[in-house]
């Protein structure tokens, strides 16, 4: 069951801000009134046009989870964080109070706190799904507070920065943001602009070979208010806790977790095998969300970064690209690949050739590298890159063997999957068979 009502209007606007000052306090319940927001005579909430937790959820008890945080379990708060990042999916646009402060952090196992505050997780979640958002800097005190930082490492210079003297000014410019009476914030647009921006910084030369020069998860650099000490005990709950997830906003928020508790043990320079082990774990599943997010060419939460990422971490410390176990089979060519694959298919015309004949270059590598039986996992991919090239004949000798295979091995849905493959190809080709 939904923690968020499905009959929530999408053209909302979600209000983050801290909870502990009795101003911020007062202003949320002020913005949420004016917003339309109130309680019915038989007490039922009323949704406005702002999203505020503590009055559209109360039943979530967010005064003991602000208020005192250390007096309730890290389950309870994150039945709080999975409410606020339902919600900020389904709101249109986001706002962000920044009073310098960074926000309620989340309780860990065994009593510790974590790296990770409600801000930075809405804060997150609202740039991840490129949400339009407007960051207000209350005085000097928010103008570089690391959530600021962070949101800069994220998403930079694609945001509504804007600097308030004091509580009524940013009252004032919530509700006109809510109102839609203050211009759009980039949110989506940037997004979009990732791809170009991909293109034009890192394969300017479209004859460029070079491979494994992609830019990196977060640019490469740490994120956020980095925690004095590495916490490699919340890093594997939260990561746990995220591999046995699915639902895609809940994967990223652990994984989330888990990353900001490595961070000071960075994956572009540490060598502890433990700590190396989790960021690549952290990095994968990051990748595999992130793609079903649809973010394959965000410049830095996407998952073509968070691939690089983790080849990155891999090849410095000589690892192989490819791995397999008694569960799977993970190889990062392959995933090199598919993020090229499907940002092409979002690139401007003039450069999808480029990005498939660039995906194409990893399943190459991958053929090398892989062991000549598991060569057929790569089958798939490559016939669907010789297709998108214009090459319907290749990709139909590949599809063939990729369909013999998986008759070889009795694996039904593969074959089914082979058979409509090879059906398109010939569609495409001018020459349909049965």
């Not at 919600?87 to 989340?106: H, K, M, P, W």
């Not at 998108?388 to 990729?402: I, K």
Request: glycine content about 8%; aromatic content about 8%.
């Amino acid at each position: 069951m939904s923690l968020f009502s499905s009959s929530v209007r999408r053209d909302r606007t979600f209000f983050a801000s801290t909870w502990a000052e009795p101003g911020i306090r007062r202003l949320r319940e002020r913005v949420w009134r004016e917003g339309g927001g109130h309680l019915t005579t038989d007490g039922i909430v009323q949704s406005g046009r702002v999203w505020v937790a503590e009055f559209d959820r109360p039943d979530l008890k967010p005064q003991s989870s602000y208020a005192a945080a250390m007096e309730i379990t890290g389950a309870e708060q994150l039945t709080i964080i999975d409410a606020c990042l339902e919600a900020i999916r389904s709101c249109e646009r986001f706002v962000l109070l920044d009073n310098g402060d960074y926000g309620t952090t989340l309780r860990a196992p065994a009593g510790r706190l974590s790296a990770s505050s409600f801000l930075e997780l809405e804060l997150y979640q609202a740039v991840s799904l490129q949400k339009p958002t407007t960051l207000i800097a209350l005085g000097d005190k928010g103008r570089m507070s690391a959530l600021v930082r962070m949101l800069e490492a994220m998403m930079p210079g694609h945001a509504d920065i804007v600097e308030v003297r004091d509580l009524s000014e940013a009252h004032d410019l919530i509700l006109e943001v809510a109102m839609g009476g203050r211009r759009r914030a980039p949110g989506a647009a940037a997004g979009r602009r990732g791809t170009a921006a991909l293109a034009e910084a890192r394969h300017s030369n479209r004859l460029d070979s070079r491979l494994y020069e992609e830019p990196l998860f977060l640019g490469g650099r740490p994120a956020g208010d980095i925690p004095p000490a590495v916490d490699v005990d919340v890093a594997e709950k939260y990561l746990h806790d995220a591999e046995a997830r699915t639902a895609t906003d809940r994967v990223l928020s652990r994984v989330w977790i888990a990353m900001r508790a490595l961070m000071g043990a960075h994956f572009s320079e540490t060598t502890d095998p433990r700590i190396v082990d989790l960021w690549d774990r952290a990095l994968e599943r990051w990748s595999y969300a992130a793609a079903w997010r649809g973010l394959h060419g965000h410049l830095m939460l996407g998952m073509l970064t968070a691939s690089a990422a983790q080849a990155h971490l891999r090849t410095r410390l000589d690892r192989p690209l490819f791995e397999r176990n008694e569960a799977r089979a993970h190889d990062l060519h392959n995933d090199l690949a598919s993020a090229y694959y499907s940002i092409a298919g979002r690139a401007p015309r003039n450069w999808r050739r480029a990005f498939f004949e660039r995906a194409e270059c990893y399943v190459r590598l991958g053929f090398v590298e892989r062991p000549r039986d598991e060569h057929w996992r790569l089958l798939p991919l490559r016939g669907s890159i010789e297709r998108r090239l214009g090459r319907t004949t290749d990709a139909r000798l590949t599809f063939q063997e990729a369909l013999r295979l998986a008759e070889a091995a009795g694996n039904s849905a593969d074959v089914a999957l082979m058979k409509s493959e090879l059906a398109e190809t010939d569609v495409l080709s001018g020459r349909p068979r049965r």
